[in-house]
């Protein structure tokens, strides 16, 4: 019963035009959180959640701006014949650097309207930041988790890589439903 209500109020937030930001940066849930957030045209980190992502939002507008224009740089042939190959091969890593933290989100032009993590004791950061600015949490807590701060709990297994694509999957579905 707890998960159909987080559930439902996803496909709410996403009938309002809302966006939902899946968050799982351990291994088993990254491929997960990426597909299901792909899928449902939504955004996601499952890499490293940098300090003040949301909190400092002007600043972290700033280097997905930054990373944009390096990828723009990169596919134009024309703009990568106006760089020596130093420079190219510099840009090449701040896109990998980039790549990794920031792909998730690039085309993320304003706060989320929910969050879904998995693993509420290892994104503890994104909990805390979401709590400040007052964006609602939906969260898979697990028996070793403190479910404060979470609006939504879903008592599950976060371990199980089975159960993580279950959880993104429905998500994702929701996002989809009430998008449509």
């Not at 351990?26 to 491929?31: D, E, F, L, S």
């Not at 032009?109 to 929910?114: K, Y």
Request: with cysteine; aromatic share 8%.
């Amino acid at each position: 019963p707890l998960f159909k209500d987080a559930v439902d109020f996803v496909r709410e937030t996403a009938a309002e035009g809302g966006k939902v930001l899946f968050v799982g940066t351990k291994r088993q849930a990254a491929p997960s959180i990426m597909m299901a957030a792909n899928e449902s045209k939504q955004y996601y980190v499952n890499n490293r959640w940098l300090g003040g992502m949301l909190t400092n939002w002007k600043t972290v507008k700033k280097s997905i701006d930054r990373y944009k224009t390096i990828i723009e740089t990169l596919d134009d042939e024309e703009r990568r014949k106006e760089y020596s190959k130093k420079e190219l091969a510099r840009f090449n890593r701040l896109r990998e650097k980039y790549k990794k933290s920031l792909h998730g989100i690039r085309e993320m032009a304003q706060l989320p309207s929910a969050i879904f993590i998995i693993d509420v004791s290892k994104e503890q950061i994104a909990v805390s930041e979401g709590r400040r600015l007052g964006i609602p949490i939906i969260a898979v807590v697990d028996s070793n988790c403190n479910p404060d701060g979470v609006d939504f709990v879903v008592p599950g297994n976060d371990d199980a890589i089975r159960a993580i694509d279950l959880y993104c999957r429905l998500v994702a579905d929701a996002c989809i439903e009430g998008a449509r």
